[in-house]
Structures are given as structure tokens and as C-alpha cells.
């Protein structure tokens, strides 16, 4: 998810790039331009290394990128993205707010650190990013912040807010596995058997199947009675996850 963001805020750059700031005092038009485009060309580089996992050049790039136009806020943003990548969360963090404060409503910043903060165990605080990602009407990838805003809400032990959340992204993309699995998920525990076996069944086709995906699998053949099917998920995660913590649920029983 964090390198795919990358490439969505470099887009996101190319279109901002074109946007001529007013001069100020001396400086020329074309001066400020020339800068912005300087910027945005060693963005570009930076997300291009971002995504080959080379931190090391992605900062330099980058660097050079602030160094160039001070006022860039998709540079910040990506610095943010290395930074977390880099288990950083100072600068991490205080790249995204550098990059917010330059531009509150970009919503792939936004999304970002959104995302920073619930991983770094603040769920709750981590919503209101996501949903200023999504104020903005002209976000290329809503179905990816809903997902996350939803994996989030669980975390913050919110499944009601989840499930609404999970529903809104595979509206936009009814093959999201995130969102197919959890909302699986949320549809076993509340009893609707059938709808959880829909969604389950088609994230295991769609994707290849995890140790989450396979046990949910099994649980709900079981509650449906069907042991042969029940049988076939689980020799799944016996021989493709024996050391998972779902399997060692399975040998002991454990269902519920």
C-alpha cells in the first residue's frame, strides 16, 4: 500500500507541477516555474527509487527536491513515505505534516499519514485523515481509503464504522481483497453464514489464499455442514501455513 501511494503522489505532482505560483518581489515567473519543475522532476526520480526499495538515492533526490522549490508539498509527502519505510517515525511524521501544512487538501498526503498513524498504534487519530482524503472531489483512489480507514476502525475496535467503510470501497471496487476478507470476516461473526462464504470464496480466487482466509474457509463449511469442503480448506492450511496461528487453532479444535 505505502509504495503504491508513491505513485499516485507523484500523478498527483504532475498535475500541481503546472500551476505557476504569483511572483513575489524580484523574482520572475519563469524563475518560480523553473524551480517547481525541478522539483517535481527530482520527486519523480525519488518515487521511481522509492519504488525499487533504494532509500538511500530516494532522499537524495529528494533533497535536492526541497532544495530546489521549499513549497513542494508532494516532495514532503514522499519524504514522509520513505521515512516510514525507513522506521523513522520523527521525520516521518514530520514530513507528512510539513507537506499537509502545504497542502491540507491533498488527498494522497492525507491518506499517508493517515496510514502512518494507525500503524504506529493511532487508530482513532488516523480516521480524520482518511476522510479529508476523500472531501476531495477530484481523488483518483477513494476504494483504497476506505479499505484502509476500515482496516483502522477495526483496530480501533470500531466494526461498525468498518463495516461501513468496507462496504463504500468494494462499492468502488467489488474486487478489493482487504475489503472482501474483513467484510467476510464481519459477516461470520454476525451470523449471515451464506454472505460470508461469498465474500471468502471470492477473495481466495482473486488472490492466493492466507492463513486468515483459509481458517475462515473452514469455519464457515463447518457451521454449513459441509465436511468435505471443510476438509479441502483445511488440508490447505496444514500444508501451505503448519506454523500459522490459525492452524495450531485448528488441531486444537478451537473454532470459536
Known amino acids: 500500500?505505502?509504495?503504491?501511494?508513491?505513485?499516485?503522489?507523484i500523478v498527483l505532482a504532475a498535475a500541481c507541477a503546472t500551476?505557476?505560483?504569483e511572483p513575489t518581489g524580484g523574482t520572475m515567473v519563469g524563475e518560480v516555474s523553473d524551480a517547481r519543475n525541478r522539483a517535481k522532476v527530482h520527486t519523480e526520480l525519488a518515487g521511481a527509487?522509492?519504488?525499487?526499495?533504494?532509500m538511500g538515492v530516494a532522499l537524495d533526490e529528494l533533497r535536492q527536491?526541497?532544495?530546489?522549490?521549499?513549497?513542494?508539498?508532494?516532495?514532503?509527502?514522499?519524504?514522509?513515505?520513505?521515512?516510514?519505510?525507513?522506521k523513522d517515525k520523527v521525520q516521518a511524521e514530520s514530513n507528512f505534516e510539513r507537506g499537509l501544512r502545504l497542502s491540507p487538501?491533498?488527498?494522497?498526503?492525507?491518506?499517508n499519514y493517515g496510514w502512518f498513524l494507525c500503524q504506529n498504534g493511532r487508530e482513532k487519530d488516523s480516521i480524520k485523515y482518511f476522510l479529508q482524503a476523500l472531501r476531495n472531489p477530484l481523488y483518483s483512489s477513494p476504494g483504497r481509503t476506505y479499505s484502509a480507514a476500515g482496516l483502522c476502525s477495526l483496530r480501533a475496535n470500531n466494526p461498525k464504522d468498518a463495516e461501513e467503510f468496507f462496504q463504500r470501497a468494494l462499492r468502488l471496487d467489488p474486487d478489493d481483497p482487504t475489503s472482501l476478507l474483513q467484510l467476510g470476516q464481519i459477516r461470520f461473526r454476525q451470523g449471515n453464514i451464506e454472505e460470508a462464504r461469498r465474500l471468502v470464496s471470492r477473495y481466495n480466487k482473486l488472490v492466493s489464499p492466507n492463513p486468515e482466509s483459509l481458517w475462515l474457509a473452514v469455519k464457515i463449511e463447518r457451521k454449513l455442514g459441509e465436511?468435505?469442503?471443510?476438509q479441502s480448506y483445511a488440508?490447505?492450511?496444514r500444508r501451505r501455513f503448519p506454523n500459522s496461528a490459525e492452524y495450531q487453532s485448528l488441531q486444537r479444535g478451537q473454532y470459536d
Open 65 to 86: 527536491a526541497t532544495a530546489a522549490d521549499s513549497s513542494y508539498p508532494q516532495a514532503y509527502g514522499l519524504l514522509g513515505l520513505v521515512y516510514m519505510e525507513l
Open 49 to 54: 527509487y522509492f519504488e525499487r526499495g533504494n
Open 105 to 111: 487538501n491533498d488527498a494522497d498526503i492525507n491518506h
Open 19 to 21: 500551476k505557476e505560483p
Open 235 to 237: 488440508n490447505q492450511l
Open 1 to 9: 500500500m505505502k509504495r503504491l501511494a508513491a505513485l499516485a503522489l
Open 227 to 230: 465436511r468435505v469442503t471443510e
